[in-house]
């Protein structure tokens, strides 16, 4: 069987330093860092949602979910986007046009326009560490050592035995384009 | 060193303040510009880390704001008018004005502020010696904010830290049943060293509780949160203690072995029992009432096995108790109900966690500074520490695992062996020193890595009654704070990446910080400076060799040099200290006068002092009734800066752009406030203008300013223009006195309503 490769994202351990988003900007040369993280059910980031005492800080760092049928490839005129055949979906800044066709595709908004580029850009996995038998630079810059990375078509990957134990979830599963991140979900309290 | 496209990789390590995570860095280096920073491989690869703000040290390092040259002042003190000037007249300057000022009012009043130094260790050390040499006066900085944990510490276990005794196993991952994070949130403060061992405990099965005012991201990992009142710490202490004692849960065995609480008190003096007193010899001992002969007993190993921990005795006519006895009397007028109204914490949460603690096989009792950043901060640590203690949680790590790291701090701390050294004087008691001249004048002070006026308290004080008292200001600094525009000559510093130094943490291990590339512009390091104004003041031969030199003597020590951690074998990699086999763990042997842990101080006895006693926090207005100012304000720490550093960085600023005051929704409606609004926070000392934000992370009656941003970031006042420069005079007697950022009272307006 072919490589899937997919990232599983552990909410019980992301603090949501940012960290990841600062790593991203380091590595990519970017200008907002294409992992952003959110904090749920909340109207800003880092205020916990509920009241007391059933407050919530439940971290979702959003970056491109590497679709098993990306959209944004097959929306871009320029043939800018490929799929390649272990699962990264790669954009490739050399042929963007900055159309923005694959931003209004993509059912996550996680593909950024780089105003001062005038181009589209996104994760690519960090491919080209991949290439050098490196793990993405988010990945080794996490902090609360939330981010796992592997073949999910592997049984034994550590991403597939994280899915496997515990209880995950995708975003927006019902858009069809078949996400490759995972989110463990937070667990529940044993209250005292 | 690897070399690939022209790049060159070193590895250093990170020393910013924020201490004990110390990141391994491997910088990469492409001519003479770094240009890109990754996390360096320890030897156990599990420990490698990086946080966001070492990601922005490029930010920092490449600043467009560095400041590039020295400096001297020529407009009015804090108006920022300065004018370039050459190294060599820098020096001639200090060094003439210092020698000036010496003639006139002796070394004694010449100070060196020295603030964090972060994991760094003979930047510091530069500074020490040099005070050492000339006798001059060393302002000890562990007064703002982290006396209050040396204070308590070295009451009950003897130590400057408790760390080792209350979690020092736990730092070497082995995980309890039950973890308490008592005042601290290590997922912003500390996320490498700790918070990942947090989140490690719970998943191999730890129930986590946190005790914090405030809804942190680590409450937000914790099965259980407990929304204290600040300052309240040692009520909450007490009723745990009660609910503990009420249903027996207490350890008798290791009351007995390893506190002392068998050891007899007066009930006359509140002093221990001695044996002069009874005619025993010698004359200091203490003494235990002995169950099997129901007599007494000197302390001794062999009886303490048979001591009486509760009871009252007649001896000789003399009533005592036993020192537990006493402790459990002063648990029992706090049941959960009581201690509830103090604390704000529900009866029934305490009554649970107290059951929860008693029969819990193994607690880890985690804590930092913010739980004694209150007036009676070193009471809250004695409070948790004694709960650990009598049910038998404390233990160290030191006599297994790995060997802790010593320094060699001796050429520093004194200079010229048999020589006088350095004064001592608490940073605290500085304000007193310059302003009243006493306990004697200061006259001249140097500032080295502390931004004084932004991060110590009463802002206003500092700059209307203090810095007018100097005749003469230093500062070394990388830009110009609110503190180096108070200079009178001000000396650009290397940024990390452009100097060397020698880093003791994260433990298990040491690491050299690496210089990596030249010091940009003129800036020059501590160390570098230090020898250069040795050199102007006579003193320029214990400084040979500038910062590798000084390194070479930090490490002669047998625990360090004598295992191979050589300056040249660090240059390799982080270096992993040196394995105990797994042994016995008990007695303690903690180093208190007694040897045990000390649940019962006979010596604060005239205080009130001698038991972890309940005092209500100094402003705290929950505490009073129809308090002028009914909001308690506290300072968190936020991942975005190490104290101040940081706060001016372009990369970190655009995910978090400006300070707010975070308030409960409660207190935000009945002040008509909502988030985006801007307010004034203010009380008697000053009015601090930002924008609000309304949120649960508060509990209703506190708010909270994340400490760290500038001054000059606040559309009027700052952190520290609220807070007040109180001493406890205990403290004083125990080591040094604390500022008490966490304990001020306030209120907030919408700034239109600001009359």
Redesign the interface.
Known sequence: MSKRLGMVIDQ??C?????C???C???NSTTEGWIQVETLNS??K???S????D????FLPKLCNHCSDPPCVEACPNNAIIKTGDGPVILDRENCDGCQACMEACPYNVIQFNQQKGIAEKCNFCNHRLEQGLEP?CL??C???AIFFGDSNDPNSVVSRKIAERETFQLKLDAGTGPSVYYCKMKP???? | MTEEDNIRTIRTACSQHCGIDACGILAHVKGDRVVKLEPADFPNKIDNRICLRGLSMLDVTYHPDRLKFPMKRVGERGEGKFERISWDEALDTIAGKLKDIAAQHGWKSIGWVLGGPGAGTTKFGAYLRLASLTQSTRVSAWGYGDAGIPCGSRVIFGSQFPYMYLFGEFWQRKFPELLLIWGTNPAEAMPLQTMRKVLDAKEAGAQVIVIDPRFTVTASKADEHLALFPGTDSALALGLMNVIFQKGLHDVDFIRKETNGSFLVRIDTGKFLLGEDIGVKPPKSNMIWDEASNSTAKVKRSTLKTASITGTYDVNGIECKPAFQMLMELAKEYPPEKAAEITGVSADLITKLGEKIGVSKKVVFFTYMGVSRTYHGDICLRGLATVASVTGNVSTSFSSGNIPAVLNWDPFLKAVPGEPSFHRMAILNLYDAVINEKPYPIKALWFAFINFVNQCVDYNKIVNEFYPKLDFIVQTELFMTPSARYADIVLPVCSLLEFSDFVPHPYPYVQLQQKIIEPLYESRSDVNIVAGLAEKLGFGDYFKGGEEGLIDLILDNPTLKGEGATRERLKKGAFLLRALPEGGNFPLRVPTPSKKIEIYADWLSEEGQALPVYLPPIEAPFAKKDAKYPLSYIQGHSRFRTHSSFANVESLLKLNPEPVVDINPIDAQERNISTGDTVTVFNDRARTTLKARVSGTVRPGVVDIMQGWWADQFEEGGVNHLTHDIKNPVQDKIYEPNMNMNDVAVDVIKKEEVK
């Open positions: 019980e351990r603090i949501g330093c940012d960290a988003t600062v790593a900007k380091l590595e109207p800003q880092d205020v916990p509920g009241t007391p005492p407050l919530w800080l439940e630079f080794i810059c902090e609360g050592q309290r044993r209250r005292l």
